[in-house]
């Protein structure tokens, strides 16, 4: 069975405005059209972007079609015509936050597509990212503007450089960190899920899961 290829419908500011402060929207519009080496220097003065993320005139319009591309998949899903989508697209997204790009990332995709479910009347979302790194940037738009009807749960390697929590395990009824030990093996990984985030997503009843799925070659080093 071949799978349908769906051309997404690029997020609009508004969609965007959800999770993200309108400077760092701005920010991020106006890289792409300065060229590399421009644009680097504005990453630099700005801190909104790091100045090693590569941009190219078409920066933008990739940000926009990646967040967009998981709004669409809300839709469809919610909206019943498809039980599950998978959004393979780039710029990634959990480790931007409301103010500010990291690690690559521009727009939080999964956030920016959990407001979007809220707003088409789910009443609860989660978002469960494996990626091998926290999801800073999700966590703080969840914390911010997630009004306690958004479930994050995260798990990554320990010592991961982007969590900046000062604890981990359930740090708010709708925060989960779950840092796994380097070179944990797979039953490790699933008797972590088993024992506390299936449990937690069936406590917290969302209508809708976004899956925030890092997937990196491995081994890597970061
Ligand atoms: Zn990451």
Known sequence: MSLPVIRPNPASEEILRR?????????VKSI??????????????????QSYTRVSPGTYAAAINAAGAVCDAVEDTLSGKCNRAFCAVRPPGHHAGPMRGEGFCLFNNAAIGALHALELGAQRVAIVDFDRHHGNGTQAIVEKSGNGRVLFVSSYQAGCKYDHNKSSGQLSPTVLTLPIPEHSGYAAVEGLYKQQVIPALYAFKPDIILISAGLVRSPYKS
């Open 32 to 49: 792409g059209k300065k060229g590399l080496v421009r644009a680097t220097i504005a990453n630099i003065r700005s801190t909104m972007v």
């Open 19 to 27: 999770a993200h402060e309108q400077a760092h929207i701005d920010h």
